[in-house]
């Protein structure tokens, strides 16, 4: 992504410095772009180590405020660690606060005994800061989501389910429904909102990498999902892999890539349902073989290597089965409205205003299970109103209605022209 980044001050809508009143961070745009800045993540990580009781003496502050200036990272924790030592970084002084840094800056190593800059204390300045900030390597504005993620989402509640137990372990079959037919999902345990963010970060690396199996740091799965470097969203994420390594799929309804056209080839029990225990080959799937936590010795540093099922990856990455999705604005939506979204993305915006839908069915897709009508129309209202606070589907409307030909709830969307989404 190329965001411009400005020497002056600009504000970013929401920046970790306005609780001192300063509010500036050199990272221009709106809301959430603060992200992006090296000041405020510091400030984020640092924040919470000082209040925790971490100091640092004079010699290593100067020496973080030297490094910090000449290396144009803004890398010093300085200003993150207490706002009344503001003064001690020429970089923050410049950026942050607008001031020039002193004139009698001088060719030297930094001083090694420094009790306040105000004395006239001196630090080697090699260059001035670069005019771009350092974006992390990693960042790519879309990514490429499965379609048969959208079409048998595991992230849905039903009350329909079963508990099986075999030797001691428990297997949850979880029986969905969606706009394309039921399938069934097998898991250990319900989903969580961290299960599915892990997933999204999962399929973000994938795309980056371009390559089934990748390794990379902890830190940059933290960052991606906006969520501080604490014990519990470490061993959340860790969580969320244990679940999607468990994940298992049965879609009998899956769009066969090979014949161009919706699996409907499949075997039915003596009672006339669709039984999972005996079908194609192709309709059931896993995401992940394996995933390995690589920790350091005495560290708190780690990395996270995952490996994709060979099925998985090529139906998405080598079929080209798959939509762009901007990963930063559906990180915070929530289960219905992101299958909402997702739903409606899928569709052909030429044509998605040509046919009316059920409105049991899209209920039944996005996983909406309140079976009063008034209810119901209220948490679909409400997802859709999340989605459009970020940004997502402009132009498009929706209608609900009851038919007069067979008396049902319909809904049908539109999308004015000329808009993108």
Not at 166 to 185: P, Q, R
Not at 383 to 391: F, Q, S, T
Request: aromatic share 14%; with cysteine.
């Amino acid at each position: 992504m190329n965001y411009q980044v400005s020497l002056g001050k600009k504000r970013a809508d929401t920046c970790y410095y306005k609780e001192y009143n300063k509010g500036d961070c050199i990272v221009s745009g709106t809301i959430r772009l603060h992200f992006y800045c090296k000041y405020c993540i510091k400030v984020r990580r640092l924040k919470k180590n000082y209040k925790k009781g971490a100091s640092m003496n004079s010699e290593t502050l100067f020496k973080e405020a030297y490094k910090c200036f000449n290396s144009k990272n803004g890398d010093c924790p300085i200003s993150y660690n207490d706002p009344n030592l503001f003064d001690r970084c020429f970089f923050c002084l410049e950026h942050i606060q607008g001031i020039k840094p002193p004139k009698n800056i001088k060719e030297s190593d930094p001083p090694k005994n420094i009790k306040s800059k105000k004395k006239g204390s001196e630090i080697i300045l090699k260059k001035s800061p670069g005019k771009e900030l350092e974006i992390p390597k990693y960042e790519i504005q879309k990514f490429k989501f499965p379609i048969d993620l959208i079409e048998f989402s595991p992230l849905k509640k039903t009350k329909d389910f079963k508990i099986i137990t075999e030797k001691d372990k428990s297997t949850l079959e979880l029986f969905l429904s969606g706009y394309y037919g039921k399938y069934l999902v097998k898991t250990f345990r319900k989903f969580k909102i961290m299960d599915y963010r892990t997933l999204l970060a999962v399929l973000y690396f994938t795309d980056y990498y371009k390559n089934k199996a990748f390794k990379n740091k902890v830190i940059e799965w933290l960052d991606l999902l906006e969520v501080e470097d604490t014990g519990f969203y470490r061993k959340s994420i860790a969580m969320g892999m244990d679940f999607l390594v468990d994940l298992k799929f049965y879609t009998p309804y899956i769009y066969d890539s090979q014949l161009k056209q919706r699996n409907s080839s499949f075997n039915l029990t003596e009672k006339g349902e669709i039984d999972f225990s005996n079908l194609p080959s192709f309709s059931v799937f896993h995401l992940i073989d394996s995933y390995h936590h690589i920790k350091q010795k005495d560290k708190r540093k780690s990395k996270i290597k995952v490996n994709l099922s060979d099925i998985f990856y090529k139906r998405v990455f080598l079929d080209k089965y798959y939509t762009l999705i901007n990963f930063k604005k559906i990180l915070p939506l929530r289960d219905i409205a992101l299958n909402l979204y997702l739903l409606i993305k899928r569709q052909d915006p030429k044509d998605i205003s040509d046919y009316t839908i059920d409105f049991e069915r899209v209920k039944a897709h996005i996983g909406i299970t309140d079976k009063h009508i008034t209810n119901a129309r209220k948490t679909f209202e409400k997802a859709w109103n999340d989605i459009k606070g970020r940004g997502l589907l402009k132009g498009y409307q929706y209608r609900i209605f009851i038919s007069k030909k067979d008396s049902k709830e319909k809904i049908k969307f539109s999308r004015q022209r000329d808009l993108t989404s």
